[in-house]
């Protein structure tokens, strides 16, 4: 009996959507990660994406328009998102960015798309995710690759202009990211369409988390087709198909609505029981039966990459814009937090997290911009992204304490806290990414001989023992290679190469060839020892896909410090950090992997090869916490535009802020010198600030204008540590039933401060 015979009795068949899964999307830099060989050259030779005369307008006009129209507090305690804003939304087509200019869309790339989403989510996560979905997968996609002719010139005009608002419906009560389970079915039958008798399909479905569907006018929706009559051919089940629907439609629910986590944007349900409709309603028309779930994942890399990680750096931008600004500006014992070594070692780690996930964000969607789909890296970018987002915003919330737990029109932290959770439970649960996906998806796509190998495994073929013998043969000598690059790479140190024309990242690129040449061959000897059984082994399979996820992102960091910071100097300690900790996190996922793996004597052998016989892996340095969390409270170019996603407006939070940040830099001198005088001749007695200036002021130790700097500073600086208060008859709960709360119940102490102040 063949070695191919003996294997696919072992091996578990590959289901249809398992198939078309794998088979979707491109391969990129992701694939010499997992082959152990990291292309820096590819890496460093991709074209720069830079927003285009019409992007950057779109930026500089609508979207600050848009911005200024939202009150994200008064938002939240509304019930809907006001109309005028609904409509503003439309009429400058923020709904088709992708859509092409052709049918009247913007035609946007993924880098402007990626930056006009997270501009957005940097002040709303409720108008930011109105925006996302309408721009990631759904109906305006799937039209634009598989609608017929007849469907994109009805359907993409109105769809760009907000004439038509889309919603896709796909998750079911019964199933969610094993969504080829769903239960809804559409019958192949005859019925009545616009007077004739037609062969058409009668379809009833229960969806649920349906974003936009509330107020969509046209439904995508997700169903396996059945032909039990036999109308279209001899299979009875046809499998999923995507079609598209009119809400008015007749037998069409939509209007429920969810209430996610308080985040005002338009989520809900849609239902229909044996809704009839003719084969044209199916995108690309009745030969796309069955095409539904490949439609689906093909399209999905794209919008993985682009909308959900967008939200996680625009809420880690956030937050380190307002952390590093309050932690310079809030004292206690007459010196800034900042300087408190617990506050550094969380704003550090705010820092240099923003550093990696602003690369990231770039690098995925120059990527997407070279029209390639890699489901591997926007499966990386959706999980870590969001998750890391989560971090910062963690950190932020520990930092700036009662301050960002108080809502209220000058909280920076809170729209951004309620509202990533949500980014990260979409498009599947970050926890079964994670698990499954990336390197299930990653070891399929990446290695050059695997996929080839399991088709001819279950081949019928006559040839396919032959076949399979010349790719085994391959695939030893691939995996012999891989066995003699890591154990040079590991105990060879002068072996790791290096491209880089700077000193500073020399050796983190040769940290990361050698990493990458550890996981390859744990890969190989986790699919020799363990194959199928890998699939299930999802704690083990998760740690390998760490090992790739985490060598992107400091390849991504590589790139961004090498090409677009714009002073290195300022930028070295948060580029060391992010390279420091995601080097830290692949080596520990090495570590626990080989630690946790089940076979003994393949242990052993893991352990040789990589040199890994303890459990130590290297540390971020206490020198390097101090160093960046003093380079974050300067106001520098380097944090400029790592908060170039935050839209500062006028009298907002981040504008509060942001002051005070400033106006304590140009006060710096004059504060020494106070501080000074202080401790020469103490002041008694001592009552305020504003005494002591006053005191020294008359004595001629400070100038008028000196005095005038002082005070405006002390100003800006106990607005800034304010935080908003209200009157006691304000309840926000009861808000909620209307729809919106009354001037005279939302006033604010600080905005009343600030008018002040002003």
Same mark, same amino acid.
């Given at each position: 009996?063949?070695?191919? &015979?003996?294997?696919?009795? @072992?091996?578990?068949?590959?289901?249809?959507?398992?198939?078309?899964?794998?088979?979707?999307?491109?391969?990129?830099?992701?694939?010499?990660? !997992?082959?152990?060989?990291?292309?820096?050259?590819?890496?460093?030779?991709?074209?720069?994406?830079?927003?285009?005369?019409?992007? +950057?307008?779109?930026?500089?006009?609508?979207?600050?328009?848009?911005?200024?129209?939202?009150?994200?507090?008064?938002?939240?305690? %509304?019930?809907?998102?006001? +109309?005028?804003?609904?409509?503003?939304?439309?009429?400058?087509?923020?709904?088709?960015?992708?859509?092409?200019?052709?049918?009247?869309?913007?035609?946007?790339?993924?880098?402007?798309?990626?930056?006009?989403?997270?501009?957005?989510?940097?002040?709303?996560?409720?108008?930011? @995710?109105?925006?996302?979905?309408?721009?990631?997968?759904?109906?305006?996609?799937?039209?634009?690759?598989?609608?017929?002719?007849?469907?994109?010139?009805?359907?993409?005009?109105?769809?760009?202009?907000?004439?038509?608002?889309?919603?896709?419906?796909? /998750?079911?009560?019964?199933?969610?990211?094993?969504?080829?389970?769903?239960?809804?079915?559409?019958?192949? &039958?005859?019925?009545?369409?616009?007077?004739?008798?037609?062969?058409?399909?009668?379809?009833?479905?229960?969806?649920?988390?349906?974003?936009?569907?509330?107020?969509?006018?046209?439904?995508?929706?997700?169903?396996?087709?059945?032909?039990?009559?036999?109308?279209?051919?001899?299979?009875?089940?046809?499998?999923?198909?995507?079609?598209?629907?009119?809400?008015?439609? $007749?037998?069409?629910?939509?209007?429920?609505?969810?209430?996610?986590?308080? @985040?005002?944007?338009?989520?809900?349900?849609?239902?229909?029981?044996?809704?009839?409709?003719?084969?044209?309603?199916?995108?690309?028309?009745?030969?796309?039966?069955?095409?539904?779930?490949?439609?689906?994942?093909?399209?999905?890399?794209?919008?993985?990459?682009?909308?959900?990680?967008?939200?996680?750096?625009?809420?880690?931008?956030?937050?380190?814009? %307002?952390?590093?600004? !309050?932690?310079?500006?809030?004292?206690?014992?007459?010196?800034?937090?900042?300087?408190?070594?617990?506050?550094?070692?969380?704003?550090?780690?705010?820092?240099?997290?923003?550093?990696?996930?602003?690369?990231?964000?770039?690098?995925?969607?120059?990527?997407?911009?070279?029209?390639?789909?890699?489901? @591997?890296?926007?499966?990386?970018?959706?999980?870590?992204?969001?998750?890391?987002?989560?971090?910062?915003?963690?950190?932020?919330?520990?930092?700036?304490?009662?301050?960002?737990?108080?809502?209220?029109?000058? #909280?920076?932290?809170?729209?951004?806290?309620?509202?990533?959770?949500?980014?990260? /439970?979409?498009?599947?649960?970050?926890?079964?990414?994670?698990?499954?996906?990336?390197?299930?998806?990653?070891?399929?796509?990446?290695?050059?001989?695997?996929?080839?190998?399991?088709?001819?495994?279950?081949?019928?073929?006559?040839?396919?023992?032959?076949?399979?013998?010349?790719?085994?043969?391959?695939?030893?000598?691939?995996?012999?290679? #891989?066995?003699?690059?890591?154990?040079?790479?590991?105990?060879?140190?002068?072996?790791?190469?290096?491209?880089?024309?700077?000193?500073?990242?020399?050796?983190?690129?040769?940290?990361?060839?050698?990493?990458?040449?550890?996981?390859?061959?744990?890969?190989?000897?986790?699919?020799?020892?363990?194959?199928?059984?890998?699939?299930?082994?999802?704690?083990?399979?998760?740690?390998?896909?760490?090992?790739?996820?985490?060598?992107?992102?400091?390849?991504?960091?590589?790139?961004?410090?090498?090409?677009?910071?714009?002073?290195?100097?300022?930028?070295?300690?948060?580029?060391?950090?992010?390279?420091?900790?995601?080097?830290?996190?692949?080596?520990?996922?090495?570590?626990?992997?080989?630690?946790?793996?089940?076979?003994? $004597?393949?242990?052993?052998?893991?352990?040789?090869?990589?040199?890994? !016989?303890?459990?130590?892996?290297?540390?971020?340095?206490?020198?390097?916490?101090?160093?960046?969390?003093?380079?974050?409270?300067?106001?520098?170019?380097?944090?400029?535009?790592?908060?170039?996603?935050?839209?500062?407006?006028?009298?907002?939070?981040?504008?509060? #802020?942001?002051?005070?940040?400033?106006?304590?830099?140009?006060?710096?001198?004059?504060?020494?010198?106070?501080?000074?005088?202080?401790?020469?001749? $103490?002041?008694?007695?001592?009552?305020?600030?504003?005494?002591?200036?006053?005191?020294?002021?008359?004595?001629?130790?400070?100038?008028?204008?000196?005095?005038? /700097?002082?005070?405006?500073?002390?100003?800006?600086?106990?607005?800034?540590?304010?935080?908003?208060?209200?009157?006691?008859?304000?309840?926000?709960?009861?808000?909620?039933? &209307?729809?919106?709360?009354?001037? %005279?119940?939302?006033?604010?102490?600080?905005?009343?401060?600030?008018?002040?102040?002003?």
């Amino acid at each position: 009996m063949s070695i191919r &015979t003996n294997l696919k009795k @072992v091996l578990p068949p590959i289901s249809v959507t398992e198939q078309e899964a794998l088979d979707a999307g491109d391969v990129w830099i992701e694939s010499s990660i !997992y082959q152990g060989k990291p292309d820096m050259h590819a890496l460093r030779s991709l074209p720069q994406a830079v927003l285009s005369a019409d992007e +950057q307008a779109f930026l500089s006009g609508p979207v600050e328009e848009l911005l200024a129209m939202i009150d994200e507090f008064e938002l939240g305690n %509304s019930k809907h998102i006001p +109309q005028d804003v609904i409509d503003f939304l439309g009429k400058n087509k923020f709904f088709s960015m992708i859509i092409p200019k052709k049918f009247g869309g913007l035609e946007f790339s993924p880098y402007a798309n990626s930056t006009v989403v997270a501009t957005i989510a940097a002040t709303s996560g409720a108008i930011a @995710v109105t925006v996302m979905v309408p721009n990631s997968l759904g109906p305006g996609e799937l039209l634009m690759h598989y609608g017929t002719e007849a469907q994109q010139n009805y359907w993409l005009p109105k769809l760009s202009i907000g004439q038509d608002i889309p919603c896709f419906a796909l /998750t079911s009560p019964e199933a969610g990211s094993d969504a080829g389970s769903i239960p809804d079915a559409g019958i192949v &039958t005859k019925g009545m369409w616009e007077g004739k008798e037609v062969i058409g399909l009668s379809v009833t479905w229960d969806k649920r988390y349906i974003t936009l569907a509330p107020i969509a006018t046209v439904l995508g929706l997700a169903f396996k087709v059945f032909d039990p009559e036999h109308l279209l051919g001899d299979k009875l089940a046809l499998g999923i198909t995507c079609a598209l629907l009119p809400k008015s439609h $007749p037998g069409v629910e939509m209007g429920n609505r969810h209430d996610p986590m308080g @985040v005002k944007f338009y989520n809900g349900t849609t239902r229909g029981k044996d809704v009839f409709i003719p084969m044209d309603f199916i995108i690309g028309g009745e030969k796309n039966i069955g095409r539904g779930w490949q439609m689906l994942v093909s399209c999905l890399g794209a919008g993985r990459g682009i909308s959900l990680p967008a939200m996680g750096v625009a809420s880690a931008q956030s937050a380190f814009k %307002s952390t590093a600004e !309050y932690s310079f500006v809030r004292e206690q014992f007459g010196v800034p937090i900042g300087r408190f070594e617990g506050i550094q070692d969380k704003l550090a780690d705010i820092a240099g997290k923003t550093f990696l996930l602003e690369s990231m964000r770039v690098l995925t969607t120059e990527g997407l911009g070279e029209g390639i789909t890699p489901a @591997v890296v926007t499966a990386i970018a959706k999980y870590h992204m969001t998750e890391l987002g989560r971090d910062v915003l963690n950190s932020a919330m520990d930092v700036q304490a009662g301050k960002a737990i108080q809502r209220g029109p000058q #909280n920076t932290l809170a729209n951004g806290y309620a509202a990533l959770p949500i980014a990260i /439970t979409v498009e599947g649960a970050n926890i079964l990414t994670r698990s499954l996906m990336i390197f299930g998806q990653g070891t399929m796509r990446c290695h050059p001989y695997l996929k080839e190998m399991v088709d001819l495994i279950h081949s019928e073929d006559s040839k396919a023992d032959a076949d399979f013998n010349k790719v085994l043969i391959k695939t030893v000598k691939f995996s012999v290679k #891989n066995a003699f690059r890591s154990l040079g790479n590991s105990y060879l140190p002068f072996l790791r190469s290096t491209e880089s024309n700077f000193p500073i990242v020399r050796p983190y690129e040769k940290r990361v060839n050698a990493l990458a040449a550890k996981l390859a061959p744990l890969a190989d000897l986790s699919l020799l020892v363990l194959g199928g059984e890998l699939k299930k082994a999802e704690l083990l399979s998760a740690r390998l896909g760490d090992v790739m996820s985490y060598l992107y992102g400091a390849m991504a960091s590589i790139r961004f410090f090498e090409q677009r910071v714009q002073d290195r100097v300022q930028a070295e300690a948060y580029f060391r950090y992010a390279m420091e900790w995601s080097l830290q996190q692949a080596e520990k996922a090495i570590v626990d992997f080989i630690n946790n793996f089940p076979n003994t $004597p393949a242990r052993g052998l893991m352990r040789v090869l990589t040199n890994t !016989y303890t459990s130590s892996i290297s540390h971020i340095s206490d020198d390097l916490v101090r160093e960046l969390s003093t380079a974050s409270m300067q106001d520098s170019s380097i944090k400029a535009q790592l908060t170039h996603l935050v839209k500062v407006m006028p009298g907002d939070g981040n504008d509060i #802020n942001e002051q005070a940040f400033k106006a304590k830099h140009a006060a710096m001198p004059l504060l020494s010198k106070v501080q000074k005088a202080l401790r020469k001749a $103490p002041i008694v007695p001592f009552i305020s600030f504003e005494h002591a200036v006053d005191t020294m002021h008359k004595a001629g130790d400070l100038t008028d204008a000196e005095r005038t /700097t002082l005070l405006q500073y002390n100003e800006k600086r106990k607005l800034s540590v304010r935080v908003d208060e209200f009157t006691f008859d304000m309840e926000l709960l009861s808000a909620q039933e &209307t729809d919106g709360p009354s001037a %005279s119940k939302t006033e604010s102490r600080t905005q009343e401060a600030t008018a002040n102040a002003a």
